[in-house]
């Protein structure tokens, strides 16, 4: 057989596993692996360097299907190229309960699939973030350790979300020159030809944005091949551009966006196979097509050996400290040392600060004991107070640095963060305002699905805002993040919460949200815990005198000092008042029973006090608890003309709890 009748066999057994899986399950994407089935037999058997028997190996490429829906193709190469697990078996279950073929690729669920994907977009900003790791872990080990690239498979989709955008641009700044991209540039999405809502050159935009970028033809196997080698050898990032045919075999519905997203039915099936020469029956690889697969399968096995002797040539040490890493595990005393020291400088002198220079001290302290971490900022450097001193920044020439000016691109800043987590061995934070988390809220859901470990510092966290009014304070944000499952929310009352909320962030295998003030904050924690008192959620700072309290009082962030002072006043009026902070509700839900209970006390009233909306409060104080919150937009004034015109205030504290319990 020649070499092309080779390749067309070995493509078509991915076309025909993507028709027959999707028949099966009577629902799922067949257009696109059958399109991109040229483009990935010849990346799969020829070029990434991946290993079956092992596909987390640390230095493997990375492939990265951003356009998700195209499931089957990722499935079907993985069942080729022999990844054990991935058996037959499960390709006939795909799209089925507790399948390794869920309908879209999930990370952490399926062994060989690299990131979560199916929200367009995405999965293109993540590989700029594995590509960034990848190169600042490169020049943190060394390129015997860590040298490989980044590809990924965008479909017009894609290429359409914004997030596109932003991370485009992003790694053509950073010359990030081992992210290949395949395009699938089939001009069709699910309304039909891709012409009737774009006409984007992305030849052009990619080159505007100082990638190098080429078409190709997307059926020719030497023309993609004869690509990806100049992209291998480019300074810059690449985009291959692969002119393909949606559906490609499918007679009638081939080319047509018919095929985008379902089952082609028995007849078109029966007449693909006929076109493409597929005698076989469903879900049969031929064995000559399945052991050139195999053989593929192999390809990259010398390179993985090679690697591993390099490492166990590696002084202990340094092997200890890589491997580590790669597990993502925290150098556990570097970091309890950390915490104890800033909390006991706190202690010896008590700092009236805004949360977010406070954290910016707990950086002080975290970043040389934590050479995983890398921070960032979406331009919003000083504010976020995420850079501390003397911190370098990641460039185009120099990833040794551990900073990174993400420019004005929220969005595909927390992508790429989920993306740098991804790949390992860095631990990414980030800052913008929290107003500004709507920007990064859909890569935050899916570092929730991944259990990703990314930490996003968001200040100017409420009304505290002030001069710059309604649009820069957020009031649902706290709540909207608190409704994401897996997403710690904290927000911490003082310089000694703040550390201990990182600490507890920088634990959780879990994106976390940092909130933090705008303005200054008293330190309420005077004296030294050793223990972290925020590992619960909640804790009560302050106690009813003579036991029995009438009133509990729970607020988180800036919120706690006013119900320090309310508690003060109350007492005052002869009424018992107690003060709980509760920096983080997913911690304090999630804890044992007995714990939250004597946090929640027996108060006959519980008040609420937080500069946000009520939603999801009434978990703690109950539906007939009280609030003093917001429950509308805020306004451009001094803070402290802001809190008193929305009357979130101790007096107003006062006022609401000695009314009901008049009642
Ligand atoms: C953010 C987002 N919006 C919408 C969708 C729903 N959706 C899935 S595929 C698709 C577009 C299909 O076109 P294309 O990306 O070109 O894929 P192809 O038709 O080539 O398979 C859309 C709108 C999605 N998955 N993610």
Redesign the pocket.
């Known amino acids: 057989m020649t070499a092309r009748g080779q390749h067309d066999r070995m493509a078509n057994a991915i076309r025909a596993l993507a028709m027959d899986a999707v028949e099966a399950a009577k629902s799922g994407?067949p257009?696109?692996p059958m399109g991109a089935a040229d483009l990935a037999t010849v990346l799969f058997t020829r070029f990434l360097k991946f290993d079956p028997a092992d596909p987390a190996w640390p230095d493997r490429d990375r492939f990265v299907l951003s356009?998700g829906?195209?499931s089957m193709l990722i499935y079907a190469v993985l069942h080729l190229l022999g990844v054990e697990a991935m058996t037959i078996e499960e390709i006939k279950r795909f799209r089925q309960l507790g399948s390794l073929t869920p309908g879209h690729p999930e990370h952490g669920h399926t062994s060989g699939i690299e990131t979560t994907t199916?929200?367009?977009?995405q999965g293109l900003a993540n590989a700029v973030g594995m590509a960034i790791a990848e190169r600042h872990l490169a020049s943190a080990f060394g390129p015997e350790l860590v040298d490989h690239r980044t590809f990924v498979l965008a479909?017009?989709?894609?290429l359409m979300?914004g997030i596109s955008q932003e991370a485009i641009a992003l790694a053509g700044h950073l010359e990030l020159a081992k992210l290949i991209v395949f395009h699938?540039d089939?001009g069709?999405?699910?309304d039909g030809p891709l012409k009737l809502a774009d006409s984007v050159d992305q030849v052009r935009r990619f080159e505007a944005a100082s990638w190098a970028a080429v078409r190709v033809d997307g059926h020719d196997p030497e023309a993609i091949a004869a690509a990806i080698e100049v992209a291998m050898r480019s300074d810059r990032p690449n985009l291959i551009a692969c002119r393909t045919v949606?559906g490609f075999g499918a007679p009638t519905k081939g080319g047509t966006e018919k095929s985008?997203g379902a089952p082609l039915g028995a007849d078109e099936v029966a007449a693909a196979r006929q076109k493409l020469g597929w005698a076989h029956p469903p879900f049969e690889i031929p064995a000559d097509v399945l052991s050139l697969w195999r053989s593929a399968g192999m390809r990259s096995r010398p390179a993985r050996d090679a690697w591993q002797a390099r490492v166990r040539a590696l002084s202990p040490e340094v092997r200890a400290e890589f491997e580590r890493r790669m597990r993502g595990e925290l150098p556990e005393s570097a970091l309890a040392s950390a915490v104890q020291a800033v909390k006991q400088k706190l202690a010896a002198s008590p700092q009236e600060l805004a949360t977010r220079k406070a954290s910016e001290i707990a950086l002080d302290a975290l970043i040389p004991a934590l050479p995983e971490l890398i921070g960032g900022s979406a331009d919003l450097t000083g504010s976020n107070n995420t850079r501390i001193a003397g911190m370098r920044p990641i460039s185009a020439g120099d990833f040794s640095g551990r900073f990174i000016h993400y420019g004005v691109r929220e969005h595909a800043m927390a992508a790429a963060m989920n993306g740098m987590a991804l790949h390992g061995g860095v631990l990414p934070y980030s800052g913008t305002f929290l107003v500004f988390s709507d920007y990064c809220r859909p890569a935050i859901r899916l570092g929730a699905i991944m259990g990703q470990r990314v930490i996003h510092v968001m200040t100017h966290d409420s009304i505290g805002v002030g001069e710059d009014g309604p649009t820069h304070e957020p009031i649902e944000h706290l709540a909207a993040l608190r409704a994401i499952p897996n997403v710690l929310v904290f927000r911490p009352c003082d310089a000694v919460e703040t550390i201990e909320c990182w600490q507890l962030a920088l634990e959780a295998r879990a994106p976390s949200v940092i909130a933090l003030t705008r303005q200054n904050l008293p330190q309420l924690r005077r004296d030294l815990w050793n223990d972290n008192r925020c590992r619960d959620g909640a804790y009560e700072l302050l106690s009813a005198p003579n036991g029995g309290a009438h009133v509990s009082l729970f607020a988180t962030g800036s919120e706690v000092a006013i119900a320090v002072e309310a508690r003060d006043l109350l007492i005052k009026r002869g009424c018992s008042a107690r003060v709980v902070s509760v920096p983080c509700f997913e911690l304090f839900l999630k804890a044992p029973q007995h714990v939250r209970q004597s946090i929640l006390g027996e108060a006959p009233l519980r008040i609420a006090i937080e500069a946000a909306v009520r939603q999801g409060w009434d978990a703690i104080i109950g539906s007939d608890g009280e609030f003093v919150g917001m429950s509308g937009f805020g306004s451009s004034a001094p803070y402290k003309d802001l809190y008193r015109r929305f009357g979130i205030t101790a007096e107003k504290v006062v006022e609401v709890a000695l009314a009901k319990l008049a009642h």
């Open positions: 994407h257009g696109l356009a829906h195209g199916g929200p367009l977009g479909s017009d989709g894609d979300e699938d089939n069709i999405s699910i949606i985008h």
